[in-house]
């Protein structure tokens, strides 16, 4: 009897072992480097913001997190290195909206990957709010008469965006479609956007607040319109503070995974980024170049994502630029 029960100790105590070893090998992620690609250039404000939670990152995970810039292709050549990359948790994206929601509706042929499908939301991070603005010394002092001006005067408004089929491009039309007001759409690359409205060559911008804010300090610009509520402006409106039934889309920048990353590696990612990102030193800088740092776990950042494709992929329809 003795014997048999030293054999059945010695079974149990061997399973109970080999059982162990998956908890175990989970409790040693992260054990090297993880990998955050980031689908910009350096120095650029989506490079600035990631970088500031990679190491925070860092310090929680206590393993380095090493950003690589893998620019291209409004941001979809970088995230698709993500999607396509191993599935163990050391290759991260921090990328944001153009990439998720824009490139596939305007130029779905460009997107080899589907977010919904080969990407794992890990948390979003922050809001870019966008902005309605125009130089400080014209004549329109508020939104509503920019609009009145602009419904009086079909498409004698030259309004300018980073580019056809960009969120602003989306914002633009949406406004023309809620105030019945008529524009007529100039679009830029890059720093000619605002360069064009400083020079007087177009009468309105709409472009991110972080591109107008260092020219409010020197009073050249004026904002009338913001899309999403910010504490450091709060005198200034989004268009259903005015009455409208619609908002419009601020941009957003979020984590991802490749999709099938292991569950017990979400379980130690998911929190740390989220940790990293409400890290207060880091937010108040984030906050102070204008963004809005604002945490949504991974399957509110998925619903945003399929909201956000919904309205564009409309918009674009009935643009003309999908069928």
């Known amino acids: 009897m003795k014997r048999v029960l030293s054999i ?16 175990t090998h989970a409790q040693t992620y992260p054990d090297r480097p993880i990998q955050l ?3 910009v250039p350096p120095g ?17 995970l206590k393993t380095q997190v090493v950003v690589l810039n893998k620019p291209g292709a409004s941001m979809v050549l970088g995230t698709d290195q993500v999607a396509r990359s191993k599935k163990d948790g050391y290759t991260i994206a921090y990328t944001n909206t153009s990439a998720i929601v824009y490139s596939r509706v305007t130029n779905p042929e460009t997107v080899p990957y589907d977010p919904l499908k080969d990407l794992e939301p890990l948390g ?22 920019l609009i009145e001006y602009a419904k009086n005067n079909p498409g004698k408004l030259r309004v300018t965006t980073p580019g056809q089929g960009t ?40 472009d991110a607040l972080s591109k107008i804010m260092p020219h409010l300090d ?12 910010m504490a450091g402006f709060p005198d200034i409106p989004t268009i259903s503070d005015l009455g409208y039934k619609q908002d419009l889309f601020s941009a957003w920048a979020a984590f991802y995974a490749p999709a099938g990353v292991p569950g017990e590696v979400k379980r130690i990612l998911i929190p740390a980024i989220e ?27 998925r619903k945003l994502s399929i909201e956000y494709y919904e309205r564009a992929y409309a918009v674009a329809k009935r643009l003309g630029i999908v069928k």
Do not use: C
Request: glycine share 8%; no cysteine; proline share 5%.
């Open 8 to 23: 059945l100790g010695l079974f149990f105590f061997v399973y109970g072992l080999s059982s162990g070893v998956p908890s």
């Open 37 to 39: 690609v980031i689908p």
């Open 44 to 60: 650029v404000v989506l490079d600035i913001t990631g970088r500031l939670v990679a190491e925070e990152l860092t310090k929680i």
């Open 124 to 145: 979003l991070h922050l809001f870019f709010p966008l902005t309605v603005t125009v130089r400080s010394n014209s004549p329109w002092k508020n939104f509503s008469e």
């Open 167 to 206: 969120v602003d491009h989306f914002n633009l039309e949406i406004t023309q479609t809620l105030t019945g007001a008529q524009f007529t759409h100039v679009p830029m690359k890059g720093e000619q956007v605002i360069t064009a409205l400083l020079g007087g060559h177009v009468e309105v911008v709409s």
């Open 218 to 229: 020197s009073g050249k610009l004026r904002i009338l319109l913001i899309t999403k509520k």
């Open 275 to 301: 940790k990293a990102i409400n890290n207060r030193e880091s937010k108040e800088k984030i906050n102070n170049m204008g963004f809005i740092v604002d945490y949504k776990p991974p399957e509110e950042l």
